[in-house]
């Protein structure tokens, strides 16, 4: 079973403030994914990576940034967090049979 | 432009009772479907899936139908349980090496 791992899970933070979401995954997969996930929203796709120094714009990508370090490591910041970037956010991984796999979420409160 | 529309988006059922899920998408491109599911505290996980070369796919009590000329697809749920309360995502991509959309999602809920 594919892992991908997310750190911290809970994360409160001010608005302004700095913050970095943590993924790996141990699965040699090619594709790392960034979501948000809100109510309403369904899964919306932030950025992504194809391997270790690509990345992707995703459909909301203003206010973030990425960044893919190896193959394992797949990182988002949030440089000057705001209010309306509190979300659930979900790192994923895929290999080239194209399923999907999610890490368990890392719920962000921007107060 | 939504890639992948779902309905409905919300839907409660009476245990034993069949749930219908639909989704509509626009990429003539698009050949794989899956379907996800999502439990509270969980991230989405692979529950069906179907190539475009086929009409259904069942696995137990879930079955994915897809309509290439109408651009459709639905997930059937025969003799629902409580268990199946959760979020389900459709989604659709042109096969490897290419991205994959989602739909918004539907939250079912299975009364006893």
């Known amino acids: 079973e594919a892992a991908v791992t997310q750190s911290p899970r809970n994360k409160v933070t001010v608005t302004g403030g700095n913050v970095t979401l943590s993924c790996r995954q141990t699965?040699?997969?090619?594709?790392m994914y960034w979501y948000r996930q809100d109510t309403g929203h369904g899964l919306r796709l932030i950025h992504y990576?194809?391997?270790?120094?690509?990345?992707q714009i995703g459909d909301v990508p203003d206010g973030y940034k990425a960044t893919r370090t190896t193959q394992e490591d797949f990182f988002l910041l949030l440089e000057l967090a705001s209010p309306s970037q509190t979300s659930l956010y979900f790192c994923?991984?895929?290999?080239?049979?194209?399923?999907?796999?999610f890490g368990k979420g890392t719920r962000l409160t921007v107060v | 432009q939504q890639q992948v529309r779902q309905s409905p988006q919300s839907l409660t059922v009476w245990e034993g009772g069949t749930t219908v899920l639909t989704c509509s998408y626009e990429?003539?491109?698009?050949?794989?479907f899956p379907w996800y599911q999502q439990f509270p505290g969980e991230g989405p996980a692979l529950l069906i899936s179907?190539?475009?070369?086929?009409d259904k796919k069942e696995d137990g009590r879930f079955t994915t139908f897809f309509n290439k000329r109408e651009k459709k697809l639905s997930l059937h749920i025969i003799d629902s349980q409580p268990g199946d309360s959760a979020t389900y995502f459709c989604?659709?991509?042109?096969?490897?090496?290419?991205?994959?959309?989602f739909g918004d999602g539907t939250q079912l809920v299975v009364k006893p």
């Open positions: 990429d003539s491109t698009f050949n794989y």
């Open positions: 179907i190539l475009s070369v086929s």
């Open positions: 994923a991984s895929a290999g080239g049979n194209t399923e999907v796999f």
């Open positions: 989604a659709a991509s042109a096969g490897s090496n290419n991205r994959i959309f």
């Open positions: 990576s194809y391997g270790a120094g690509n990345l």
């Open positions: 699965n040699s997969h090619n594709y």
